[in-house]
């Protein structure tokens, strides 16, 4: 008796072992699948010059039916969307300008991008211009600089990608590939972090940005739409009419972009 006792004892034991094991692979995975759906685009609130922003919060802007919701038909360049769920178009042309600081943008955002650094100036500001356009080289050589600090940590190599795609963009899926998207802080504080809400070239920025052909890209109060968190840095050529437009209404590009599509078919 004792030792038929001790069989079930030991039955139980390896039942009980297993179930623990099957609950902790699936959750794994389904952790795992979270993060890979994430966009492998970007990450938290904050990080750096270099990486330049467009953290992934999740695939909040893809609905559930899996359509797509923000597909640029107006006919208008300065709408492209370049996100996790629409990557660089494979027809994209740009005539890049150098600025003096190095840095660069398309040709057809220069002319107000100047005229508003020199207002913002004229205020007694100081404005920084600390990432602009890169090229698919430079995005997929930061992405790969990221994930190899997570290699180096343990890591996979896919679940290094993972993890790095929280703080810089895939190839492929950075506005800044576009030449239309600009990080802009001040001399006085560069970190790419929430608080630069509150430095005055941002609060001026956010002003009066639209007069000039630009938009706050990814709002606060926006992010379950965009799919990126809170950046008040990061901005995006639209031109001045669309600009105002967005404005006004309070609309994030997704949703502009969606507007514009529908009142077309209509």
């Not at 090229?135 to 343990?154: D, M, N, P």
């Not at 639209?238 to 105002?244: K, L, M, P, S």
């Amino acid at each position: 008796m004792r030792r038929r006792k001790i069989n079930r004892l030991k039955v139980l034991g390896k039942y009980i072992f297993g179930v623990v094991m099957l609950t902790g692979v699936i959750t794994a995975a389904f952790i795992i699948g979270r993060a890979s759906v994430s966009r492998l685009e970007k990450k938290g609130t904050s990080g750096t010059a270099a990486a330049g922003g467009e953290g992934a919060l999740g695939s909040a802007a893809v609905p559930e039916d899996g359509a797509v919701r923000w597909t640029n038909t107006s006919g208008d360049a300065l709408l492209t969307l370049v996100n996790g769920e629409h990557p660089m178009p494979s027809d994209w042309q740009q005539e890049i300008v150098e600025l003096k600081n190095g840095q660069s943008i398309d040709s057809r955002a220069y002319p107000d991008l100047q005229e508003m650094m020199d207002d913002a100036r004229a205020e007694g500001l100081e404005p920084y211009i600390c990432s602009s356009w890169r090229s698919s080289e430079t995005q997929k050589r930061l992405f790969r600089e990221e994930a190899a600090k997570y290699v180096k940590q343990g890591y996979s190599e896919s679940e290094a990608e993972i993890q790095a795609a929280r703080w810089v963009a895939v190839p492929g899926t950075s506005e800044h590939e576009l030449g239309l998207a600009l990080d802009i802080v001040s001399v006085d504080n560069q970190r790419l972090e929430e608080e630069q809400e509150d430095m005055p070239v941002q609060r001026w920025l956010m002003a009066h940005c639209y007069e000039y052909g630009f938009i706050l890209r990814y709002p606060k109060d926006k992010e379950d739409i965009t799919g990126i968190s809170y950046e008040p840095w990061h901005y995006r050529y639209v031109g001045r009419e669309n600009a105002e437009v967005i404005r006004d209404s309070g609309m994030c590009l997704e949703e502009y972009v969606l507007s514009k599509a529908e009142s077309k078919k209509n």
